[in-house]
């Protein structure tokens, strides 16, 4: 197993798209990282450049202390000893099962006996024993996937790399897969890197998980601490659904310009632009008044509701009675967390508010 780190990586297409800008990463040998943002925030870039098949413009990569991609470096990806599995199982389907997972190792010269043992013993680990001479078309798309998976683990790999792995597969296969993978990555003690677009995902699965947005990391950290403390505004939405509310600081209190909300900000410097997360579990609905719900989704542990409240969509999680969409509502918010927005931050703010 090894470690990657990233070092001031950057990367910029052809087209002039920022894949990457200035990355800083590391991922502990045997940690399982999960990498979530928005489609287009770089996370398959980033995945692409620790793989080998792309080349940052600027910084380097490392696998344990080895430089294997900076300046003047390029390892080829079949050097660097990783495993990938891609969203759409690239499974070759002119070839049976054993021969689509011995591929690496036919790549790598290894003789055929020890190919024949280790081919089993990677279809034993993701639940497909005997499945060597299976034609590929008469599997599932599930055990598609643990063929893809068995391939990328044949070869024993440094480090697991998973690009959208599960997020083809139907929910229950889905949430098993999720499982296996988690249970067998962990006993293997395996370095994952595992980009997902899907946040809960990502928070169950990962030791850590870095937030991508427009090709930055916008924090790494515990999934706990990251929906206990998110950074920004932008976190606080992505993860947890935050509302943003545009105000000002004064004295240690935020107030927001078209809403009634105020929140103690004790020490905080007066800002003329800040901005408040609410999270949904911070707001209460009573009956009556100047907003309405515009959705009400009913959850295992409560309702999402989304209410127009003077113009602005706030995000609701109730409990108890469902709301009914057209419903006159007010609302109550119990504590939101300010961030004060430097200047020059604010366009990057407005970027994400209109998101
Ligand atoms: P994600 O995997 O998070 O959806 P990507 O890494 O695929 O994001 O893309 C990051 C950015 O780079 C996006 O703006 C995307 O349009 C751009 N991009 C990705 N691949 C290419 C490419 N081959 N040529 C030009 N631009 C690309
Ligand atoms: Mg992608």
Redesign the pocket.
């Known amino acids: 197993m090894a470690s990657v780190t990233l070092e001031h990586v950057s990367l910029r297409?052809?087209?002039g798209?920022?894949?990457?800008a200035d990355v800083d990463l590391q991922v502990a040998d045997g940690e399982f990282l999960a990498l979530v943002?928005?489609?287009?925030?770089?996370?398959?870039?980033?995945?692409?450049s620790i793989a080998g098949f792309l080349t940052p413009t600027a910084g380097r990569i490392l696998l344990d202390d080895r430089v294997i991609a900076g300046p003047g470096v390029a390892v080829p990806p079949e050097q660097r000893r990783l495993g990938m599995v891609f969203q759409q199982h690239a499974v070759w389907p002119h070839w049976d099962v054993g021969r689509n997972v011995e591929y690496p190792l036919r790549r790598a010269k290894v003789p055929l006996a020890e190919r024949r043992t280790r081919v089993g013993e990677a279809l034993d680990l993701v639940g497909l024993a005997g499945y060597e001479r299976r034609d590929p078309a008469t599997l599932s798309g599930g055990q598609r996937q643990r063929v893809a998976l068995a391939r990328a683990l044949v070869a024993r790999p440094r480090v697991l790399l998973l690009?959208?792995a599960l997020s083809a597969l139907d929910e229950p296969l889905r949430d098993r897969l999720r499982l296996e993978l988690h249970t067998l990555t962990r006993e293997m003690g395996l370095t994952v890197v595992h980009?997902t677009?899907d946040r809960s995902e990502a928070l169950a699965l990962a030791d850590r998980v870095a937030v991508?947005d427009g090709?930055r990391i916008q924090q790494v950290d515990t999934p706990s601490n990251l929906l206990a403390r998110p950074d920004s505004p932008f976190v606080a939405k992505f993860l947890s659904d935050a509302t943003l509310v545009d105000g000002r600081v004064t004295e240690g209190l935020f107030s927001a310009g078209n809403h009634p909300l105020t929140v103690p900000c004790p020490g905080m410097a007066n800002a003329a632009r800040a901005t408040a997360a609410v999270l949904p579990a911070a707001v209460t609905l009573t009956p009556g008044g100047d907003a309405i719900v515009r959705s009400s989704l009913f959850t295992p542990d409560g309702s999402d509701v989304v209410v127009d409240w003077r113009g602005t969509h706030l995000r609701v999680r109730t409990h108890g009675s469902r709301h009914r969409v057209g419903d006159a509502v007010s609302v109550h918010i119990a504590d939101a967390v300010v961030y004060p927005q430097a200047v020059e931050d604010a366009p990057e703010r407005e970027a994400v508010m209109s998101a």
């Open positions: 297409y052809r087209s798209a920022v894949g990457l943002g928005p489609s287009g925030s770089g996370k398959t870039t980033l995945l692409r690009d959208e980009v677009h991508l090709g």
